[in-house]
């Protein structure tokens, strides 16, 4: 529909001339990009989100894990290994590899609209024959916002030479 055609009809409608500027200035905003303000917001809530779910990884807390991961998670592990949600938490929950912690050394936050990538690096401290052993991993997470929450819908981590 022409916009000629639409603001006629929608003046038609008994809307006055300053109401349908007004209409036209909000639909027009809500086409922006986020604002500098809200982009940063929703950064941070990704860079939190992240830490927080690799502390879950670490206390093996699946309940936490079953809200933040999408439905349809594939998520890659360092040795190559795929699993879905289920076979991942499955593993979180009996894990063939135990991390004692998970510290995120860098990340970057780049948001686009409903969909947010965080990348970074990661020491990821695991057991092995009872030593703590230390695997640098550099990351690549993908979340898309939901109705209410931002969900993991994808994860690669790949090794890096230890230091």
Request: charged share 20%; hydrophobic share 40%; aromatic share 10%.
């Amino acid at each position: 529909m022409r916009l000629q055609t639409w603001l006629w009809r929608h003046n038609a409608a008994g809307n006055t001339p300053a109401q349908t500027r007004l209409r036209c200035l909000f639909v027009w905003l809500s086409l922006l990009p986020l604002s500098g303000l809200a982009q940063k917001k929703v950064e941070d809530q990704i860079r939190q989100l992240t830490k927080q779910r690799f502390d879950a990884q670490v206390r093996r807390d699946t309940v936490f894990l079953e809200k933040v991961l999408a439905t349809d998670l594939v998520y890659h592990h360092p040795d190559g290994v795929s699993e879905s949600k289920r076979d991942f938490i499955h593993n979180v929950a009996l894990p063939r590899v135990r991390y004692t912690a998970i510290e995120v050394e860098d990340a970057t936050v780049r948001v686009y609209r409903t969909t947010a990538v965080a990348t970074g690096k990661a020491r990821l401290i695991q057991l092995q024959n009872s030593q703590p052993t230390p695997v640098y991993v550099l990351y690549t997470d993908v979340y898309v916002k939901g109705r209410w929450l931002w969900q993991l819908v994808s994860s690669s981590l790949i090794p890096v030479p230890t230091p």
